[in-house]
């Protein structure tokens, strides 16, 4: 059965999104200790999430 190119190109970027977040997770499981740290993140879940904080507010904005 020939499918259509829009279909190929549907599953074409399924499996980059599926490859890529994948690579993501893997990265941060593997993520040596400090680097979170060094980047003035917070490590959440036990080691296994780094959240970088947001940047402070501009003194000379209104907000």
Do not use: Q
């Not at 020939?2 to 999104?17: D, E, G, M, N, T």
């Not at 780094?50 to 000379?60: K, L």
Request: aromatic share 8%.
């Amino acid at each position: 059965m020939k499918r259509s190119l829009p279909v190929r190109w549907l599953y074409a970027l399924a499996f980059l999104v599926v490859g890529g977040v994948s690579l993501l997770i893997v990265a941060n499981y593997l993520d040596p200790e400090g680097a979170c740290e060094e980047a003035g993140g917070v490590w959440l879940v036990a080691g296994r999430h780094c959240v970088m904080p947001e940047p402070a507010a501009d003194p000379g904005t209104n907000g």
